[in-house]
Antibody, heavy 120, light 107 residues
Framework: QVQLQESGPGLVKPSETLSLTCTVSGASMSDFSCNWIRQSAGKGLEWIGRVSSTGTTHHNPSLKSRVTMSVDASKNQFFLKFSSLTAADTAVYFC??????????????WGQGMLVTVSS | DIQMTQSPSSLFASVGDRVAVTCRASQSITNYLNWYQQKPGKAPKLLIYGASTLQSGVPSRFSGSGSGTDFTLTISSLEPEDIATYYCQQSFSALWTFGRGTKVEIK
């Protein structure tokens, strides 16, 4: 059974950097594409970017300047760093696995989500 | 960016009703369209990918149709456990985007 689990702080101060970890179990790390997605009342579901098990990344252009993604395949972990946070970054942050069938890409396994509040 | 517009934003229906949710893309996305179901406090769950292919384990009362810019998610006979918010998502462009959701409630 594939499982993803986000971990990290639930409260971050404005201007600081958020660091989240996504730990994967029950799946091979080879060809694993970990996607970071957030959900807020203001913007709905927003794709942040993805990182593969080899470390290749693709970003949402509107967030790219503030986002760093990485992987430690030996620990089955993916990482998100999100800098210069403001209250507008308050959201539930998900990691999700992407799959591809006949060119269509979707998210078939998700973590439970991590509420991150940006506040002093 | 490809904008995904869902309608209605919410609907009320009775158990046993046929329910349809629509999603329109701002440009053609061929069939690169997925549907998700989200219940309160939970992560989205993949229902349909490629516009019409049912994800494994999803009840057959769910179906998807459409191509190009216009897509529909249909629940043939609404069950109480189908109360949720439904989202469409496109993977045609490099920037993957979601609709704002349709909340389905019991009348």
């Amino acid at each position: 059974q594939v499982q993803l689990q986000e971990s990290g702080p639930g409260l971050v101060k404005p201007s600081e950097t958020l660091s989240l970890t996504c730990t994967v179990s029950g799946a091979s790390m080879s060809d694993f594409s970990c996607n970071w997605i957030r959900q807020s009342a203001g913007k709905g579901l927003e794709w942040i970017g993805r990182v593969s098990s080899t470390g290749t990344t693709h970003h949402n252009p509107s967030l790219k300047s503030r986002v760093t993604m990485s992987v430690d395949a030996s620990k089955n972990q993916f990482f998100l760093k999100f800098s210069s946070l403001t209250a507008a970054d308050t959201a539930v942050y998900f990691c999700a696995r992407a799959f591809m069938v006949r060119g269509v890409i979707g998210f078939d396994y998700w973590g439970q989500g991590m509420l991150v509040t940006v506040s002093s | 960016d490809i904008q995904m517009t869902q309608s209605p934003s919410s609907l009320f229906a009775s158990v046993g009703d046929r329910v349809a949710v629509t999603c329109r893309a701002s440009q053609s996305i061929t069939n690169y369209l997925n549907w998700y179901q989200q219940k309160p406090g939970k992560a989205p769950k993949l229902l349909i990918y490629g516009a019409s292919t049912l994800q494994s384990g999803v009840p057959s009362r769910f179906s998807g149709s459409g191509s190009g810019t216009d897509f529909t998610l249909t629940i043939s006979s609404l069950e109480p456990e189908d109360i949720a918010t439904y989202y469409c998502q496109q993977s045609f462009s490099a920037l993957w985007t979601f609709g704002r959701g349709t909340k389905v409630e019991i009348k």
